[in-house]
C-alpha cells in the first residue's frame, strides 16, 4: 500500500503477476487493468469501497478479463482505447485527451509498441505525479512487441522519459527481478542498476512488491532509457553483428537480445 496525501493506491495481485491498481479516494476506488474481477470484488467488500470508474490500457485478457462484470454490478463508467474493440468500455480515449474521475485528473498519452491500441493515463498536481503505464513500460525493462514496431515503442517511452522524475511509475506487473537480471548482463557496470539490483533481490526473496518505480530511477537503469549508453550499444551490435546508427536500431536489438535471454 503507498499513502499519499490525498489519495491512496494499493495494488491488487491477479493471476501469477499481474497488479490490478486501486486508487482510493475517501470511500471510493477506481481500479486499472481489472484483469480478473474477483480479487477486485474481494478488495472493495473487504475495504467497504464504491467502485467509481474502471481505467483500461489495452484489450489483452489479462487486463480487461474483470470489467464487464464490474462495471455491470457496479454500474460504472469504463475508460479506455478508441476503436471499439473492447467489450464493456463507455469512453474512448486518444492522445491528449483529459478526463476527470474521482475529481483526479488524468492525461492520456497513446503508446504504441506492445499493442497498436494502447495508452497511459497521468496525473499530476501540487503533491503527486502517477503514471498507470500497462504493458508499455516496466521497472527494468519495457513490454514485448506484439503488434508495434521499435519506432512505436521508443516513441511511447520518449513520452514517459519526459515526465517529471519523481513521477510514480505503476506497471502492471511483477516482471522487476527478472529484467534487471537481463539489464546487468548487458550493462554489468552501471552502479545505479547494481545498487537497485541488490534492493530488488532483497524484497523479492520476502515476495515483497517492487513497485511503484519512478522516472527518475528507470532513467538511470532501464536498458530501455540508455539506448546511447556504451556498454549497451557495443553488446547490441554484437548481437545483431551490425553497427547501430540510431536508438530505434539499438532499442530493437535490446528488445530482441531480451526475447531470446
Ligand atoms: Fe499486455
Same mark, same amino acid.
Given at each position: 500500500?503507498?499513502?499519499l496525501s490525498?489519495?491512496?493506491?494499493h495494488? @491488487?495481485p491477479?493471476?501469477t503477476?499481474?497488479? /490490478?491498481?486501486a ?29 467509481d470508474? #474502471? ?7 489479462? =487486463? ?6 464490474l ?9 479506455g482505447?478508441?476503436?471499439? =474493440?473492447?467489450?464493456?468500455i463507455? =469512453?474512448?480515449?486518444? %492522445? ?5 474521475v ?6 492520456i498519452?497513446?503508446?504504441?509498441g506492445?499493442?497498436?491500441?494502447? #495508452? ?7 503533491e ?23 519506432d ?14 519523481e513521477t ?11 529484467? *534487471?537480471?537481463?539489464?546487468?548482463? /548487458? ?5 545505479d542498476? #547494481? ?12 515476495? %515483497? @512488491? ?10 538511470? #537503469?532501464n536498458?530501455?532509457? *540508455?539506448?546511447?549508453?556504451?556498454? /549497451?550499444? =557495443? ?8 553497427? /547501430? ?5 539499438s ?11
Amino acid at each position: 500500500m503507498l499513502k499519499l496525501s490525498m489519495l491512496k493506491v494499493h495494488p @491488487i495481485p491477479a493471476f501469477t503477476d499481474n497488479y /490490478i491498481w486501486a486508487i482510493v479516494y475517501g470511500n471510493s476506488c477506481i481500479v486499472i487493468d481489472p484483469g480478473d474481477s474477483d480479487p477486485v470484488f474481494s478488495f472493495l467488500n473487504n475495504n467497504d469501497l464504491e467502485l467509481d470508474s #474502471i481505467l483500461i490500457t489495452h484489450h489483452h485478457f489479462d =487486463h480487461t478479463g474483470g470489467l464487464v462484470s464490474l462495471a455491470k454490478y457496479y454500474d460504472c463508467s469504463v475508460y479506455g482505447p478508441k476503436g471499439g =474493440h473492447i467489450d464493456g468500455i463507455t =469512453h474512448d480515449l486518444a %492522445e491528449n485527451d483529459e478526463i476527470n474521475v474521482l475529481d483526479l485528473n488524468f492525461k492520456i498519452f497513446e503508446t504504441p509498441g506492445h499493442t497498436l491500441d494502447h #495508452i497511459a493515463y497521468f496525473h499530476s498536481d501540487s503533491e503527486d505525479s502517477l503514471l498507470f503505464c500497462g504493458d508499455t513500460l516496466f521497472s527494468g525493462g519495457c513490454g514485448r512487441l506484439f503488434e508495434g514496431t521499435p519506432d512505436n515503442m521508443y516513441d511511447s517511452l520518449n513520452k514517459f522519459k519526459m515526465l517529471p522524475d519523481e513521477t510514480l511509475v505503476f506497471c502492471a506487473h511483477e516482471y522487476t527481478e527478472s529484467n *534487471l537480471k537481463f539489464a546487468l548482463e /548487458i550493462n554489468p557496470n552501471n552502479v545505479d542498476l #547494481i545498487d537497485y539490483s541488490k534492493k530488488v533481490t532483497k524484497l523479492r526473496s520476502k515476495s %515483497e @512488491i517492487t513497485l511503484p518505480s519512478n522516472i527518475g530511477l528507470e532513467k538511470k #537503469i532501464n536498458p530501455f532509457f *540508455l539506448l546511447d549508453n556504451p556498454e /549497451i550499444l =557495443h553488446k547490441s551490435e554484437k548481437f545483431i553483428n551490425k553497427k /547501430i546508427s540510431n536508438p530505434i536500431e539499438s532499442l530493437a536489438a535490446v528488445r530482441s537480445m531480451k526475447d531470446s535471454f
